[in-house]
């Protein structure tokens, strides 16, 4: 048996736009399922980019405020107290647009998900495109990279 504080759980560098991000699944010692933990001020989201899991399914659980999640079907908003699950391949972003923090549990199985992929706009192809990402072998960035034209951008791992 694994107990934990969440607040007491470091926040560690991340390429998140969320200003706190606190991972639970390593605090616990999960194997089978990632569990972050996420406040979002104004204006923040849960990823940097729209993007999809082709091997992991995920569940936001909103605990306060509202997230509004950019999917296939449009624009979902879900409150607090309600719950969202995408499955494996389906695109999906979460972004607070109200003027309150929220404050929300990601869970995500299997646990180490790596086959993602970003739907971005390309500067090179001048349109929206698939991207893929890894992590730079220096660990201070994502690199991404258009799969149509092979262009090559840098996300920071801020800490």
Do not use: W
Not at 93 to 121: C, F, M, Q, W
């Amino acid at each position: 048996m694994q107990h934990i504080v969440i607040d007491a759980v470091d926040v560690p560098p991340t390429n998140s736009p969320a200003d706190i991000v606190r991972p639970i699944s390593k605090a616990l010692g999960t194997n089978g399922v990632a569990i972050n933990y996420f406040e979002l001020a104004p204006g923040e989201s849960f990823g940097f980019a729209y993007h999809r899991h082709h091997d992991q399914e995920e569940v936001f659980f909103v605990l306060r405020g509202t997230a509004t999640f950019r999917t296939e079907m449009g624009e979902i908003q879900v409150d607090a107290g309600e719950v969202i699950r995408f499955e494996p391949g389906e695109f999906q972003r979460g972004t607070n647009h109200s003027s309150d923090r929220v404050k929300a549990l990601a869970l995500g199985a299997p646990r180490d998900s790596e086959d993602i992929e970003y739907l971005l706009d390309c500067t090179e192809c001048s349109e929206e495109t698939i991207h893929t990402s890894e992590v730079a072998d220096d660990r201070s960035a994502v690199i991404i990279r258009c799969t149509a034209c092979e262009t090559e951008t840098r996300q920071p791992i801020t800490e």
